[in-house]
């Protein structure tokens, strides 16, 4: 279980879709491992995603409110009620942003050893695990801000 360095917006692995794992092996458990160390290195995390640590694979973590796990390969079922909250990415650290997301969200993928998996996830873990899943997909959360919004994002970066 390594702590990785978690890579800033100008990586360009975060704008690359990762690849689905095929093996579910030793390999994959200790990503998952390291994916869960990094997470719990910080205060306030909720999710990482594999490309946040150089690796592009779709492997995502999560711990927030009492509920942890990771979800390998996940798919994501969206409810169509939506809501406003602010939202932060350990890949623009110290930047939280006003954005719609869907209140719930239904993942379904595997477990590090293969087996299926199914989460329900309402709010705050609904938001983690889209954001995460986006993540996965070479998404980052500013794409999904209006155009004037991205604008006055980019220009508070330091």
């Not at 909250?85 to 650290?93: M, R, V, Y």
């Not at 998996?117 to 209006?146: N, Y």
Request: overall charge neutral; proline content about 6%; charged content about 25%.
């Amino acid at each position: 279980m390594t702590v990785q360095p978690i890579r800033l917006f100008a990586d360009p692995i975060l704008r690359t879709a990762a690849e689905p794992v095929t093996d579910f092996d030793r390999e994959l458990r200790g990503l998952v491992k390291s994916l869960q160390a990094t997470l719990r290195a910080g205060a306030g995390r909720a999710g990482l995603a594999a490309p946040q640590i150089g690796v592009s694979l779709r492997v995502v973590v999560y711990e927030l409110d009492g509920r942890s796990g990771h979800l390998v390969n996940p798919r994501l079922e969206l409810s169509e009620r939506r809501v406003v909250a602010d939202e932060a990415c350990l890949s623009a650290p110290g930047l939280w942003w006003p954005l719609e997301r869907s209140y719930m969200a239904t993942a379904r993928g595997r477990d590090m050893f293969g087996k299926p998996v199914t989460l329900r996830a309402l709010g705050m873990l609904a938001r983690v695990l889209q954001h995460e899943v986006d993540h996965l997909d070479g998404t980052l959360f500013v794409d999904r801000l209006p155009s004037e919004e991205r604008e006055r994002f980019f220009a508070s970066i330091p």
